[in-house]
């Protein structure tokens, strides 16, 4: 995983009002939709610990930044398959990177 000072992080406000903290786990962007991703842990999860990925859209401004407002929820299965697949080789590198 990332080291300390290059994690970053954001918050969601689900559709209760209630806001969750959120850690930027990586982000790309994918030639084929022509479109940049990100994908979110939530806050102070430990490596072992098994938890919901959440994995955006987003629209990063000129610094790479993004808010809430920027992220767009992936309704396209085939684009959901790709992202799940960036994921899981993001995951078994950083497996064998430990």
Same mark, same amino acid.
């Given at each position: 995983?990332?080291?300390?000072?290059?994690?970053?992080?954001?918050?969601?406000?689900?559709?209760?009002?209630? %806001?969750?903290?959120?850690?930027?786990?990586?982000?790309?962007?994918?030639? +084929?939709?022509?479109?940049?991703? !990100?994908?979110? !842990?939530?806050?102070?999860?430990? @490596?072992?610990?098994?938890?919901?990925?959440? $994995?955006? !859209?987003?629209?990063? @401004? +000129?610094?790479?930044? $993004?808010? +809430? %407002?920027?992220?767009?929820? !992936?309704? @396209?299965?085939?684009?959901?398959?790709?992202?799940?697949?960036?994921?899981?080789?993001?995951?078994?590198?950083? $497996?064998?990177?430990?």
């Amino acid at each position: 995983m990332a080291n300390q000072e290059e994690i970053q992080n954001i918050t969601l406000v689900d559709e209760n009002g209630d %806001e969750t903290l959120y850690e930027i786990l990586f982000t790309f962007h994918s030639e +084929e939709y022509s479109k940049d991703y !990100i994908l979110l !842990i939530p806050e102070g999860v430990e @490596d072992d610990e098994e938890v919901d990925i959440q $994995a955006y !859209i987003f629209n990063p @401004d +000129e610094n790479g930044d $993004a808010t +809430e %407002e920027d992220l767009i929820q !992936i309704e @396209d299965e085939k684009e959901w398959d790709m992202v799940e697949e960036v994921l899981n080789t993001f995951l078994e590198d950083d $497996a064998n990177f430990e």
